[in-house]
């Protein structure tokens, strides 16, 4: 990778998004140790109703999308408190809108607009990302994906959820709909298509990411030129 020519000169705060199995953790850590900012990983396996809500989804999706929103709000705080306002940038591999996407799935009508006054009042006060950098791809890769990465909760996930899914993601980052989803300032989204990057063995893919980024804020003040 050719050396890169900027440096943050403020804390900057990233979501990394995308379906399941795009390889969101993957690219956080990788633009965390790039940008030296702290890698802020969701919650995933910790949640005692994901095993249960991948067997029977209607039955336990409420629970589990209370138990997601509950954790990642609190790991929000926690980083605005602890990093952020401390000067220390913030990659995360999620950004807090999935709770909407996933929700809107996976819960009947009368559950979701029950979650979305509940999302809403808890959502308001957060700080949201200067940039997401949403990540998609077919879904044969990402069926591929979630199949090489064998998690035991994934394993009867199925093709028509994962394009539900991709669908679900492709609309909320549309540019027509961010307003809906986003309080105050949108962040500037950074789409990638994942189907011909290798992040982990090809370092010019993490390096266009990085230029993606650079371009994103260069008309703030977030960037300065190293000597």
């Given at each position: 990778?050719?050396?890169?020519?900027?440096?943050?000169?403020?804390?900057?705060?990233?979501?990394?998004?995308?379906?399941?199995?795009?390889?969101?953790?993957?690219?956080?850590?990788?633009?965390?140790?790039?940008?030296?900012?702290?890698?802020?990983?969701?919650?995933?396996?910790?949640?005692?109703?994901?095993?249960?809500?991948?067997?029977n989804?209607?039955?336990?999706?409420?629970?589990?999308?209370?138990?997601?929103?509950?954790?990642?709000?609190?790991?929000?705080?926690?980083?605005?408190?602890?990093?952020?306002?401390?000067?220390?940038?913030?990659?995360?591999?999620?950004?807090?809108?999935?709770?909407?996407?996933?929700?809107?799935?996976?819960?009947?009508?009368?559950?979701?607009?029950?979650?979305?006054?509940?999302?809403?009042?808890?959502?308001?006060?957060?700080?949201?990302?200067?940039?997401?950098?949403?990540?998609?791809?077919?879904?044969?890769f990402?069926?591929?994906?979630?199949?090489?990465?064998?998690?035991?909760?994934?394993?009867?996930?199925?093709?028509?959820?994962?394009?539900?899914?991709?669908?679900?993601?492709?609309?909320?980052?549309?540019p027509?709909?961010l307003?809906?989803?986003?309080?105050?300032?949108?962040?500037?989204?950074?789409?990638?298509?994942?189907?011909?990057?290798?992040?982990?063995?090809?370092?010019?893919?993490?390096?266009?990411?990085?230029?993606?980024?650079?371009?994103?804020?260069?008309?703030?003040?977030?960037?300065?030129?190293?000597?």
């Open positions: 990778m050719s050396e890169l020519t900027h440096s943050i000169n403020k804390q900057l705060f990233i979501s990394v998004e995308g379906p399941i199995g795009v390889g969101k953790t993957t690219l956080t850590k990788i633009l965390s140790k790039h940008l030296n900012a702290f890698s802020l990983r969701e919650i995933v396996e910790e949640n005692p109703y994901l095993k249960n809500f991948y067997e989804i209607g039955e336990y999706a409420f629970q589990t999308e209370m138990f997601f929103l509950c954790n990642r709000i609190k790991q929000l705080e926690d980083v605005q408190v602890n990093k952020l306002d401390k000067g220390i940038s913030v990659v995360a591999d999620y950004n807090i809108v999935k709770n909407i996407i996933f929700a809107g799935l996976t819960l009947d009508l009368n559950q979701f607009q029950k979650y979305k006054q509940v999302y809403s009042i808890l959502v308001d006060s957060l700080i949201h990302p200067d940039i997401i950098i949403y990540l998609h791809g077919d879904v044969d990402l069926m591929k994906r979630i199949e090489m990465r064998d998690r035991p909760f994934e394993r009867n996930m199925s093709r028509q959820y994962i394009e539900n899914l991709s669908n679900e993601y492709a609309h909320y980052f549309d027509c709909s307003k809906h989803y986003f309080t105050g300032k949108i962040p500037k989204i950074i789409p990638i298509n994942v189907n011909f990057r290798d992040f982990v063995n090809n370092p010019k893919d993490v390096e266009d990411v990085l230029q993606k980024v650079y371009k994103a804020i260069e008309d703030t003040d977030l960037l300065k030129e190293v000597q």
